[in-house]
């Protein structure tokens, strides 16, 4: 079955990286746009991080130029750099493909908490 599965997610402290990884079915990963989000408790869903079939990169204002997001294709692969990780980067961080006009996928998530 098509799916998104993500991996990576961890315990890191302060100024800490890490690398998330979304694997895909071939034909999800064709999708027009691939992205991260993220959820913390008690706050809304957020876009991370973006691109699509295009190249075409995105970032969220407090991750740009700390996170970098990019794709595999041979692969079939997703990841997220991410660098000089702060508290507030703590969260489930949730794979998403989208197939215009109507077709999105979610993945189950990833738990990255940084703390010390």
């Known amino acids: 079955q098509e799916q998104l599965v993500e991996s990576g997610g961890d315990l890191v402290q302060p100024g800490g990286s890490l690398r998330l990884s979304c694997a895909a079915s071939?034909?999800?990963?064709?999708?027009?746009?691939m992205a991260w989000y993220r959820q913390a408790p008690g706050k809304q869903r957020e876009l991370v991080a973006s691109i699509t079939s295009g190249g075409v990169i995105n970032y969220e204002d407090s991750v740009r130029g700390r996170f970098t997001i990019s794709r595999d294709n041979a692969k079939n692969t997703m990841y997220l750099e991410m660098s000089i990780l702060k508290p507030e980067d703590t969260a489930v961080y949730l794979c998403y493909a989208f197939q215009a006009p109507r077709f999105a996928f979610w993945g189950q998530g990833t738990q990255v908490t940084v703390s010390s």
């Open positions: 071939g034909s999800i990963f064709s999708s027009d746009v």
